[in-house]
């Protein structure tokens, strides 16, 4: 996995990177020490060469890391607060949620395997380091898991723009909070065994909220 970026060399675990290509003409001398004092190895590429390994903005740094390692459908049993993604596309939004879960000391995501995002060099960029502090649990049936959960005494909140005021909501000590996708919102199969839809009330001529900045209001809210 190639993500890059000065930032998201000194977050991502050391013993996680394979190694580092460096600008022909990079000079960060905190850098490369950093490289050398933690033992990783690093070569130097010209800078047409690591455009073309990522098409972004790559700082004249790109990190070859090992392949990230999703969590296991039963590591998240026990945790209080969990967050589901209902098929959300946007990986910008992917990585700021990441960052509010990790802020907020949620511990898992919830992510369908189909037709959603994955972690990827933006989600790793994006979410600056959180991602490893979160865990992000890949389900091959989101609604099906959700019912696993809700089984084991979970209660399921969904975003909508016509729920309960979030504030308003008695919440349960164990807690999902759905987040759907960008356009469509949550599925109709999530919303028919959702227990609460919770919504946050618009008082400006915008009748609604970036997934991400709606996700951090009401997770830490729920929290």
Known sequence: MLVYGKNVLKDVEVKKIRRVYLNEKFHDKEIINYLEENHIRYFYRPKSQLDKMVDRNHQGIVIDMDSFEYSSFESVLGEDFIVALDHLEDVHN????????????VKSILIPKDRSVRVNDIAMKTSVGALDRVKIVLVNNLCETLKK?????????????????????????????VIGNEGKG?????????????????VGK???????VAAGIL?????
């Open 94 to 105: 992917f990585g700021a949620i990441i960052r509010t879960c990790e802020a907020a000391g």
């Open 149 to 177: 959960l809700q089984k084991e005494n979970y209660f399921v909140y969904s975003a909508f723009m016509d729920g309960e005021d979030y504030e308003m909501v008695d919440y349960a000590d164990k807690k999902i909070l």
């Open 186 to 202: 949550v599925s109709n199969i999530v919303e028919n065994i959702t227990d609460v839809k919770v919504s946050i009330p618009m």
């Open 206 to 212: 915008v009748n609604s909220l970036n997934a991400s």
């Open 219 to 223: 997770i830490f809210k729920m929290k």
